[in-house]
T-cell receptor, first 114, second 111 residues
Framework: AQSVTQLDSQVPVFEEAPVELRCNYS??????LFWYVQYPNQGLQLLLK??????LVESINGFEAEFNKSQTSFHLRKPSVHISDTAEYFC????????????FGQGTRLTINP | EAQVTQNPRYLITVTGKKLTVTCSQN?????MSWYRQDPGLGLRQIYY???????DKGDVPEGYKVSRKEKRNFPLILESPSPNQTSLYFC??????????FGEGSRLTVL
């Protein structure tokens, strides 16, 4: 079985500062990794995913995540955050490329202060 | 517009009174799933369905039922709700690529 640990439940940062949201996973098999974002009072949306190939994946709004197999991590980073990035971020892992048995972490609430 | 629609969005009910939360998607997705979101626990999968008439338990199925008679609909049924089922519920669908499309959520309170 897979599990996901997001090491920070809340991360406050100032606008235009860099941010890193940490995610570690455990699995006895190869995995596929995802980051989802939940804006206030909305459902979750896929932010980015790692299925295979390059270990560095990017989103359209400036976030990136790097798959590190030796450290079993998939940390999310952004070099300069905006107020609009305020949201809760969920790391998720699956042993399948499909959506079944997708296991989510506990979430990290990112708060951007002006 | 491609979307997953859940109803009701908000519901307060009492212990033991059967209720159904409906979920409908207009993207012709084969895969659908229900999650509950609780503070500090993230999202936990209740049930999922790979296709019509094919359903399977997730991690927290106790106290819930589902059915998948049509591709677009995947209702969640609470036969006898209890206070520990007070939660925020999300329905999601997918082409089975790992990208889930979520509804806006249904906040349920069981008194």
């Amino acid at each position: 079985a897979q599990s996901v640990t997001q090491l920070d439940s809340q991360v406050p940062v100032f606008e235009e500062a860099p941010v890193e949201l940490r995610c570690n996973y455990s699995s006895s098999v190869s995995v596929y990794l995802f980051w989802y974002v939940q804006y206030p009072n909305q459902g979750l949306q896929l932010l980015l995913k790692y299925l295979s190939g390059s270990t560095l994946v990017e989103s359209i709004n400036g976030f990136e995540a790097e798959f590190n197999k030796s450290q079993t991590s998939f940390h999310l980073r952004k070099p300069s955050v905006h107020i609009s990035d305020t949201a809760e971020y969920f790391c998720a892992v699956s042993q399948f490329q499909g959506a079944q048995k997708l296991v989510f972490g506990q979430g990290t609430r990112l708060t951007i202060n002006p | 517009e491609a979307q997953v629609t859940q109803n009701p969005r908000y519901l307060i009910t009492v212990t033991g009174k059967k209720l159904t939360v409906t979920c409908s998607q207009n993207m012709n997705h084969e895969y659908m799933s229900w999650y509950r979101q609780d503070p500090g626990l993230g999202l936990r999968q209740i049930y999922y369905s790979m296709n019509v008439e094919v359903t399977d338990k997730g991690d927290v199925p106790e106290g819930y039922k589902v059915s998948r008679k049509e591709k677009r609909n995947f209702p969640l049924i609470l036969e006898s709700p209890s206070p520990n089922q007070t939660s925020l519920y999300f329905c999601a669908s997918s082409y089975n690529t790992g990208e889930l499309f979520f509804g806006e959520g249904s906040r349920l309170t069981v008194l």
